[in-house]
């Protein structure tokens, strides 16, 4: 997936990042064989868009980005272009990424407690891990496939 892929994880370094940072892992994971600007979402270069990186030995081995993007009139983070490396995966960077980019987020955003995603439904179980639950029935986003809506609320 990425030529310079580390040996192992030690000293897994999680960070915000910048979208070219992070958008190869994106387009290999979420969007292969469609062309790299299908890895540029809506937002990516908004003011208040947030990209997070997991590196180890330099190489981005997780990525993941919030949006500021309301839920049912409630301000909200959207999340969006989670994947970690197939070499990685079931080594615990996606879940460490996610609770490490939802800490941060509500470190500069107390007032914002609600996040949301479109998960696919493959991917679902992940998510429900991490203490998000689905709102929805499954549909589908072409040409991805079956999705459902996920929410957490970090309200106390
Ligand atoms: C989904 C994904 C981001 C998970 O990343 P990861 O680094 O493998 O996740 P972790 O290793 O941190 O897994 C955390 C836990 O979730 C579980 N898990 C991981 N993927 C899962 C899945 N698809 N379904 C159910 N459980 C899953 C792991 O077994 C682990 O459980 P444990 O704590 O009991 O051991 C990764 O598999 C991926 O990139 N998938 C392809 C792209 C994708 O579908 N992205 C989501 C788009 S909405």
């Known amino acids: 997936m990425n030529a310079s892929l580390p040996e192992s994880l030690d000293g897994l370094c999680l960070r ?3 979208p070219a940072e992070i958008r190869p ?3 290999a994971v979420l969007r292969a064989g469609q062309p790299i600007s299908a890895a540029h979402f809506a937002g990516d270069d908004a003011a208040d868009t ?4 997991a590196f180890g ?5 997780g990525c993941l980005t919030f949006l500021l993007n309301s839920l049912d009139d409630e301000p909200a983070w959207q999340l969006r272009g989670m994947a970690t490396d197939p070499a990685f995966t079931g080594r615990g960077v996606g879940s460490q ?9 509500r470190s500069e955003r107390p007032d914002i407690v609600l996040f949301w ?4 439904v ?4 992940f998510y429900r891990l991490l203490g998000w639950r689905a709102v929805s029935d499954a549909f589908v986003i072409e040409p991805i496939g079956p ?3 996920m929410v957490k609320s970090l309200a106390t």
Do not use: I, M, Y
Request: net charge positive; with cysteine; aromatic share 6%.
């Open 122 to 125: 493959p991917a679902a179980g």
């Open 97 to 105: 990424l996610l609770a490490f980019a939802e800490q941060a987020l």
């Open 16 to 18: 915000h990042a910048s």
């Open 57 to 61: 030995g330099g190489a981005v081995v």
């Open 117 to 120: 995603c479109n998960a696919r």
């Open 50 to 53: 947030h990209h997070f990186g």
């Open 147 to 149: 999705h459902v809506k």
């Open 25 to 27: 892992l994106r387009h």
